[in-house]
């Protein structure tokens, strides 16, 4: 376990995982890390990048930077990598060739 300097956020390992959360709002603001050697946590200076020490003695570091992407963009990629939208009802379908397509040259630009 371990607070941030500012003691804004707090650092968990829980099952084999970390988990990120605020302090004040008591909200989780990261999903569930996969890291199964975890022992011991620390935050840099700024509480941007979470140090995690690993029982076979390497170091991992987890940026906790916020994203720089719009929600749309942070969306649109999702629906990339997902190959999948949200339809009226709010059911995933697959999402169309040409969306896909159009997605793929966003976030794939060529030279």
Same mark, same amino acid.
């Given at each position: 376990?371990? *607070?941030?300097?500012?003691? $804004? *956020?707090?650092? /968990? #390992?829980?099952? #084999?995982?970390i988990v990120v959360?605020?302090?004040? @709002?008591?909200?989780q603001v990261t999903?569930?890390?996969?890291?199964k050697l975890a022992? =011991?946590?620390? *935050? %840099?200076?700024?509480? $941007? $990048? +979470?140090?995690?020490?690993?029982? =076979? &003695?390497?170091? $991992?570091?987890? =940026? +906790? #930077?916020?994203?720089?992407?719009? /929600?749309?963009? +942070? #969306?649109?990629?999702?629906? !990339?990598?997902?190959?999948? @939208? +949200?339809?009226?009802?709010?059911? !995933?379908?697959? !999402?169309?060739?040409?969306?896909?397509? &159009?997605?793929? %040259? &966003?976030?794939?630009? &060529?030279?």
């Open positions: 376990m371990a *607070f941030s300097a500012d003691s $804004r *956020f707090l650092a /968990v #390992s829980i099952d #084999s995982c959360w605020e302090v004040a @709002t008591g909200v999903p569930p890390i996969s890291m022992n =011991d946590l620390h *935050f %840099d200076d700024q509480g $941007r $990048r +979470l140090l995690v020490a690993c029982v =076979d &003695k390497s170091v $991992r570091v987890i =940026d +906790l #930077s916020p994203a720089s992407r719009s /929600v749309e963009e +942070l #969306s649109e990629f999702a629906r !990339l990598l997902a190959n999948r @939208t +949200l339809d009226a009802n709010s059911e !995933l379908i697959p !999402l169309h060739h040409e969306e896909a397509q &159009k997605l793929w %040259d &966003k976030f794939h630009p &060529k030279p």
